[in-house]
């Protein structure tokens, strides 16, 4: 199926796994890593998450709520007492919750990220205070609106709890226990290399080759890779509820990171929608930095985890991924 995708869509390369009762049933990877280039994609090569990093993130800030090191509703201003005072008055009471679903009025995007030379937890706080002290676009808790920015500053907040960056936070609570040996951020690959998938543009007509990623600054909001399987391992926990072994929070957490607020879709990494196939609620995010494109989609109800990938996006990929994941759905949801 993959193969008569690739063919009819002109893209480099695209991967599949599919997660049935704890087993990954079903795999495939076909395409080059690099257009141009006769290296071939495997399905242990490494594939950028974009923004499906996010729901990582918000397990981890689950796990600090669970011992007792944060709560869901501390505020900015509690986290920060030093920055408080140059604040604006309404982030003060931006709270981790309103961060991790997108209701803490932060803008969509940031720019300045301060000294690029200093170490990647400075630029985060350089990136907060940018963002901080200049009016919300909307007062915390009334609006929902997507923001990288606010998953950003959320992994500040991770950072002065624990003392340690977002990055190893990620592999030592996720990566290590789960055994996700693949996982890394960035690029995948190389820069001179086609050791891994290349990301890739539309470009007059075609995907181009592109390396490249977002800054490292926006990683909690979106600069994770690994491998499919690998990336399966994380996703189980959340279509489980919590098994196989290790847990990662408790089901209560789980159905918190579950859970949108009233009158929206949105929860925690997940966006929340009720789906016929998935026998109720089923979760849902997609990423892309704007070079590589990453669908997973959830059923707890029938323990069902589809993810799709490519290592490109522009022109009709997205359509071309939701494609794959409607055939997926077909076969393995009944």
Request: one cysteine or more.
């Amino acid at each position: 199926m993959l193969a008569q995708t690739l063919a009819e869509s002109g893209l480099p390369a695209i991967a599949a796994v599919v997660g049935k009762n704890g087993v990954m049933v079903a795999s495939g990877a076909v395409g080059v890593r690099k257009a141009g280039d006769p290296a071939k994609a495997t399905i242990s090569d490494k594939f950028h998450l974009g923004s499906c990093t996010k729901a990582l993130t918000a397990t981890v800030a689950a796990m600090f709520v669970e011992q007792g090191k944060l709560r869901w509703d501390r505020s900015l201003a509690e986290v920060f007492p030093e920055r408080a005072s140059a604040m604006h008055p309404s982030y003060r009471r931006a709270t981790l919750e309103l961060l991790l679903s997108h209701r803490s009025g932060a803008p969509a995007n940031g720019r300045d990220y301060g000294k690029p030379d200093a170490p990647v937890t400075e630029q985060r706080l350089a990136y907060l205070d940018a963002i901080t002290t200049r009016p919300p676009e909307a007062e915390p808790g009334t609006r929902y609106s997507y923001s990288n920015a606010g998953y950003i500053i959320a992994g500040t907040i991770l950072e002065r709890v624990s003392g340690q960056s977002w990055e190893d936070l990620v592999r030592a609570r996720l990566f290590q226990p789960l055994g996700m040996r693949s996982a890394g951020f960035g690029p995948p690959s190389a820069p001179d290399q086609t050791d891994q998938p290349w990301g890739h543009v539309w470009q007059g007509g075609k995907f181009a080759p592109r390396y490249g990623d977002n800054p490292p600054g926006l990683g909690p909001a979106g600069t994770v890779h690994c491998s499919l399987p690998d990336y399966l391992k994380f996703a189980e926990r959340h279509t489980s509820g919590g098994s196989p072994p290790p847990p990662l929070v408790s089901p209560s957490s789980y159905a918190k990171l579950h859970e949108p607020a009233p009158g929206q879709d949105y929860a925690m990494g997940w966006i929340a929608v009720e789906r016929g196939w998935a026998g109720g609620r089923a979760l849902n995010h997609t990423g892309s930095n704007t070079m590589n494109r990453f669908v997973v989609w959830l059923a707890p109800k029938i323990e069902l985890s589809i993810v799709v990938a490519a290592n490109a996006d522009g022109g009709k990929t997205p359509q071309i991924l939701d494609g794959v994941v409607g055939e997926l759905i077909k076969q393995f949801a009944g």
